[in-house]
């Protein structure tokens, strides 16, 4: 089981931008597809984007194509979302998540998982 812990969240005005990082501990994240999920009030866990183990492919989600990147850094141990052009309804908690095999876009894979870091975007 690897450890996540995720930062960057914050109040930002539509418009703005956000990194957030997900950080691993107790294995190396190059062992595992990484994604960011996301959880709106009375709203279904969505998964937002998604990186293959050496980076090579990757998944966004429609809800956020051409504003949302996802990156990794195996040597630092560290998975990236970058987010811009932020709008209201991207505010959500953001979760970060392993998964060890299988499709990166199928939600079921990821078996580890941050706490979570909140992300509130004013209008």
């Known amino acids: 089981q690897v450890q996540l812990v995720e930062s960057g969240g914050g109040l930002v005005q539509a418009g703005g931008s956000l990194r957030l990082s997900c950080v691993g501990s107790?294995?190396?994240?190059?062992?595992?597809?990484m994604g960011w999920f996301r959880r709106a009030p009375g709203k279904e866990r969505e998964l937002v984007a998604a990186i293959s183990w050496g980076g090579v492919s990757t998944y966004v989600a429609d809800s956020v194509k051409g504003r949302a990147t996802i990156s990794r850094d195996n040597a630092k141990n560290v998975v990236y979302l970058q987010m811009n052009s932020l709008k209201p309804e991207d505010t959500a908690v953001y979760y970060c998540?392993?998964?060890?095999?299988?499709?990166?876009?199928?939600?079921?894979?990821?078996?580890?998982w941050g706490q979570g870091t909140q992300v509130t975007v004013s209008s």
């Open positions: 998540a392993a998964a060890q095999r299988g499709s990166i876009w199928y939600p079921g894979n990821y078996q580890d």
């Open positions: 107790g294995r190396t994240l190059s062992n595992y597809a």
